[in-house]
């Protein structure tokens, strides 16, 4: 039952922050493009998802790595050793 709650503040660390650089790129895109709601949607979105997928990338092998029981610096190691440092940004 503890591996099913891997990774959930690594969750948190990456969607609220995501949450909050989505609705400011939306902000920030609406008052050039105001007209055009799903533009700025879709924009605000790659933005904030790509300002975030680093800690998304760790969450995501936190959480596919608890069989393996490694740690979080582990995690980090073992993905940088194998894949070089071109892993975080896949």
Do not use: I, N
Not at 3 to 32: E, I, N, Q
């Amino acid at each position: 039952l503890r591996g099913m709650y891997r990774g959930t503040l690594l969750t948190f660390a990456t969607y609220g922050p995501f949450s909050a650089l989505y609705f400011w790129f939306y902000a920030k895109f609406t008052d050039v493009a105001g007209s055009h709601p799903l533009a700025c949607g879709a924009a605000a979105g790659a933005c904030a998802g790509a300002a975030t997928q680093p800690a998304d990338w760790l969450k995501t092998r936190v959480q596919v790595a608890s069989a393996t029981r490694l740690s979080l610096r582990g995690v980090v190691a073992d993905a940088l050793r194998r894949e070089g440092a071109g892993a975080v940004v896949r």
